[in-house]
């Protein structure tokens, strides 16, 4: 069965960096884009960051361009998110979302001094 | 961006009676391909977001017929026929027409 899952959480403090993963499983991972989604704590969902199958085609939301990088290894079955530049609206759990359907179970992010 | 409207942001339902959520958007979800792509994702207590329904109508595996969508263009909706228990939780659509992907603000969903 299809299988997401996040890792790289942790605490940072502002201005920092940090790395999440996504290990996919139970599909063919080269033939699907993959996206990023975030959740503030007791809020809703936003939708940050895409990559389409070969990893040629990449959009961001406005919150992040520019701080955040979203890359792919298919080789690796391996979704990734480099956050540069952090801030405390940053502070969510960051989902790997493939294609609209399958979602894992988020990795917290918290930013704060 | 595309904004959608959630009505209404919660719900309290007895067991075995309908429910309704009504999801508007800013712009049309009608794609030049023909396909209004709108999402209803349900995100049960302490879990990630399910997909219960996409481009408007159609049930994602596994999903019970109690739950159907219906809608065109800027205004959409999900009904429950008969709530159960475990549908329980915050109700979300989202729209993927046009990028950034957006989200409603969510309807809670609880049992009486």
């Known amino acids: 069965q299809v299988q997401l899952a996040e890792s790289g959480g942790a605490l940072v403090r502002p201005g920092g960096s940090l790395r999440l993963s996504c290990a996919a499983s139970?599909?063919?991972?080269?033939?699907?884009?993959m996206s990023w989604i975030r959740q503030s704590p007791g809020k809703g969902l936003e939708w940050i960051s895409y990559i389409n199958s070969d990893g040629r085609a990449i959009s961001y939301a406005d919150s992040v361009k520019g701080r955040f990088t979203i890359s792919r290894d298919n080789t690796k079955n391996s979704l990734y998110l480099q956050m540069n530049s952090l801030r405390a609206e940053d502070t969510a759990v960051y989902y790997c979302?493939?294609?609209?359907?399958?979602w894992g179970q988020g990795t917290l992010v918290t930013v704060s001094s | 961006d595309i904004v959608m409207t959630q009505i209404p942001l919660s719900l309290s339902v007895t067991p075995g009676q309908p429910a309704s959520i009504s999801c508007k958007s800013s712009q049309s979800l009608l794609h030049s391909d023909g396909r209004t792509y709108l999402y209803w994702y349900l995100q049960k207590p302490g879990q990630s977001p399910q997909l219960l329904m996409y481009?408007?109508?159609n049930r994602f595996s596994g999903v019970p017929n109690r739950f159907s969508g219906s809608g065109s263009g800027t205004d959409f909706t999900l009904k429950v026929s008969r709530v159960e228990a475990e549908d329980v939780g915050v109700y979300y659509c989202m729209q993927s027409v046009q990028l950034p992907k957006t989200f409603g603000q969510g309807t809670k969903v609880e049992i009486k």
């Open positions: 979302v493939r294609g609209r359907s399958y």
């Open positions: 139970g599909f063919t991972f080269r033939d699907f884009y």
């Open positions: 481009e408007v109508s």
